[in-house]
């Protein structure tokens, strides 16, 4: 059974159509990376998942309609959003007698020792805590919870670099295995590069693109060409041309490793670059896209 | 819940073998209890201090209270009743005035605020229906408010007995006029009665109204929870030149079947909170007010499913 399984998910508000018709599947034990530009639908197509929001098509969320059923979901589901939404008036140990009392899979033990490795103090309530604090307490909440799919709405937004590497480390190192599955939708793409095992680009409500990390690597190649080579490497017809530092960067789908190799150093595109190719070209409109 | 079990696949069930698949309701409810009180601490604080505050202002006026009561026993029985139970009284008032704004205040905020924080989507991604938490945030001021009121009160007027006590047999005097005209027991069946069956059940519409407003409001919900009733009546005076609506409002304020006897010639307090216990139960008008109160709250859930963080 796949995880989380989408089909013609539309949403429209007042003005603007927010989901325009997606279609997605993920897979047990995947993670996920849900990327787009800004109102691109990626915060609506959680809150579908979530049972947040209403939706027209056919949703199904570990076999559940996240509509109808979300508290019942929300016992196999975890959640972090963009900004902190731990409510500030909470003390932490008050958050955790209540995450105890209500979720059946909750492990105090657990959290209790996530947070033994922070300086939350125990007596603290949420509005004294740092930005990064918060989002610590937060992921050690949902790591101590025995769900099945983890959502992830922007969750290092404003956070410095330590943190945020941090965050990924945990989720990694002490969360995730093979019956997780995880949905991470961001903005900051580099540092989940070497996280995600699947990839999705979204944009205007819909999905543009989508591949594992492994097809990424075997599928998409970069080389920086010198200038004088340039017509012979476009004429294996990149996906995409933009200028580096020393040269042009060509991007190319499904091309030969050992012909490009001819032209200069090759690598396997960062998946912002790759966005930018998918998104930003054939739409003509790379600034929006770019962000 | 075992049928959900079931339909789940293999890897599926050993997690759920370790944990149990569901917490009871009457957990879940608890719980959300408990958070009401953790978020709006003022529920009990407002009327411990209310309570603090007069018992300090009784204390100072006990200095003239073997004076009084030197004077008391000139006066006439009824008088006599009157002079020693009227503090007693007014503690009685305060405590309610004051249970009166916080609920107001509270209903007006609990799912507003949750809202504006956007906090609801912590709640919201924790395993708690939109039905349990909205039941738990009415039972404040419809079970809790009246029960906490009826405690600090007795509390208050228990210390206010003994205080008075003290301060009479350390001036030589005796107490027993004023335990004789104080016919405590009495006047906390009646208070209880009162709490319970006016304040609490009598005023369930109003305070599920202010619930509905505060899960549909996206700003100023005390200005939506008020002009549109009085715009309603100022539109009927002035096309039917009538005022129902200013009477349906007025009588679930004043409270039906206690006005009657408070507008029949009883004008004290003491007659408001001695009627018949339960009488209220059994008038229509309480009974009409509870429907009324189930379709705001049943509004109000499904308004706490729908409406986005503001």
Request: net charge neutral; glycine share 8%; proline share 4%.
């Amino acid at each position: 059974m796949a995880c989380i399984e989408a089909r013609g998910l539309r949403k429209a508000f007042k003005t603007t159509i927010a989901l325009d018709g997606v279609n997605l599947r993920v897979e047990e034990g995947r993670i996920m990376g849900l990327i787009g530009p800004n109102g691109a639908g990626k915060t609506t197509a959680l809150n579908a998942i979530l049972g947040l929001t209403q939706y027209q098509g056919e949703l199904r969320v570990l076999g559940r309609d996240p509509w109808a059923e979300r508290d019942q979901l929300m016992r196999d589901v975890c959640f972090i959003a963009d900004v902190a939404v731990l409510p500030r008036w909470i003390k932490v140990s008050q958050l955790l007698d209540y995450v105890t009392g209500v979720h059946p899979r909750f492990d105090r033990a657990k959290a209790e020792g996530f947070l033994a490795k922070t300086t939350i103090g125990r007596a603290s309530r949420v509005r004294e805590l740092s930005k990064g604090m918060v989002t610590q307490l937060h992921l050690a909440l949902v790591m101590a919870i025995d769900a099945k799919l983890l959502v992830l709405d922007e969750p290092t937004l404003g956070l410095d670099i330590l943190y945020r590497k941090q965050f990924y480390d945990s989720l990694l190192n002490d969360y995730f295995d093979r019956n997780r599955t995880i949905v991470v939708a961001t903005h900051q793409v580099e540092e989940i590069q070497h996280v995600l095992t699947d990839l999705m680009f979204i944009d205007r409500g819909r999905i543009v693109f989508e591949c594992s990390m492994e097809e990424l690597e075997s599928r998409y190649l970069e080389v920086m060409v010198r200038p004088e080579q340039l017509a012979a490497a476009r004429a294996l017809k990149p996906m995409h041309d933009r200028q580096g530092i020393g040269g042009s960067v060509l991007l190319f789908d499904g091309a030969d490793r050992q012909r490009l190799a001819a032209f200069g150093d090759v690598r396997t595109p960062s998946i912002s670059d790759l966005f930018v190719a998918v998104i930003g070209n054939p739409a003509g409109q790379a600034q929006g896209a770019a962000r | 819940m075992n049928t959900q079990a079931n339909a789940m696949p293999e890897s599926a069930r050993e997690s759920q073998a370790a944990a149990p698949a569901a917490i009871p309701a009457n957990r879940l409810f608890y719980w959300s209890l408990r958070r009401e009180l953790w978020e709006s601490r003022y529920i009990y604080i407002a009327p411990l201090a209310a309570a603090g505050l007069f018992l300090v202002g009784f204390l100072i006026g006990t200095i003239h209270l073997p004076g009084k009561m030197r004077a008391a026993l000139a006066l006439s029985p009824e008088q006599q009743y009157e002079l020693i139970q009227q503090p007693y009284q007014f503690a009685e008032l305060l405590l309610m005035g004051t249970f009166l704004i916080v609920a107001g205040i509270y209903c007006l905020d609990a799912l507003y605020g949750e809202r504006r924080d956007r906090s609801i989507l912590f709640w919201k991604s924790l395993p708690v229906s939109d039905l349990t938490t909205v039941l738990a945030k009415a039972s404040i001021p419809v079970v809790i408010l009246p029960l906490l009121t009826f405690a600090i009160t007795v509390a208050t007027q228990w210390i206010m007995a003994l205080l008075s006590t003290v301060v009479l047999l350390g001036s030589g005097m005796s107490a027993v006029t004023l335990w004789n005209h104080l016919p405590l027991f009495q006047m906390w069946l009646g208070l209880f009665d009162h709490l319970v069956a006016f304040h609490g059940f009598w005023y369930a519409p109003i305070y599920c109204w202010l619930l509905l407003v505060s899960a549909w409001a996206r700003r100023a919900p005390f200005l939506w929870a008020t002009l549109p009733l009085l715009a309603i009546g100022i539109v009927e005076k002035i096309a039917f030149n009538s005022s129902h609506f200013a009477a349906l409002l007025q009588y679930r304020f004043a409270g039906g079947p206690e006005t009657a006897e408070f507008e029949a010639g009883h004008a004290s307090m003491d007659s408001l909170i001695h009627l018949h216990p339960g009488q209220i139960l059994i008038s229509p008008g309480l009974w009409i007010g509870f429907v009324v109160a189930a379709g705001f709250l049943a509004a109000a859930v499904r308004l706490r499913r729908y409406r986005d963080p503001i």
